[in-house]
């Protein structure tokens, strides 16, 4: 219970940076595998080791090893905190990151900004099970060119190529509505000249087609 509330309080709480208004809503919430977890853990089993050898070896270096032990359960703590605030979340609209734990940091930009997304997979990240996305878009500069240590690489790419092809869909929608809108309504400053009226055709008089209320094919001249 004391892990899962001070989870709670430690999370950056993405919920309060979404345009609810506009109807916007949470599609995939990444947060780092963990491995990177990893190097933290290491330095608090190094610092557990010292503090035994602090409790059986002599006195005089015990202040030493003591100032060793804290400073690495620090670092381990800070580290592990920044990796667990550090949030890469796709929208509906866009795609926000979220990182720092004093002071934050969040970039966003819309969904539809993004142009290419490559799934890098080393050896490692193969066998544990996560990759590195690097993003082409026109918020490279903006702290979305890469986006390290992503768990379930392959499903995450799927999901985002997904929302990009729905708001592109969306978009398109949107634009031809648009142009509806003006041709009904207020002049969009282009005149439409309406088509002359088809004339009717009609099929050969040897050709038999189908009548749907006969249920039966039939000449269509037959009377």
Known sequence: MFWVGLRRILDPKVDRHLIRSEGEVIIDEVRHHWVVYDFP?????IAFLLLGVMLFGPVDSAPVILVIAAVLLLHAGWKALNEHRDRFVVTNMR????????????????????????????????????????????????GFREIRHVGRPDERDLTIQTVIQRSGLRASVKEDAEGADNGSGESSGVTV??????????????????????????????G
């Open 95 to 142: 795609v926000i990151r979220i990182k720092g734990v004093f002071a934050q940091s969040i970039a966003t930009t819309p969904i539809m900004r993004i142009l290419d997304v490559t799934v890098h997979k080393p050896i490692a990240g193969r066998i544990l099970g996560y990759g590195h996305f690097v993003f082409e878009s026109a918020a490279q500069e903006q």
């Open 41 to 45: 853990m290491l330095e608090v089993l």
């Open 193 to 222: 000249t309406p088509a002359p009226a088809a004339a009717t055709i009609y099929p050969p008089a040897n050709k038999v087609i189908f009548n749907s209320e006969r249920t039966n094919w039939s000449d269509p001249f037959d």
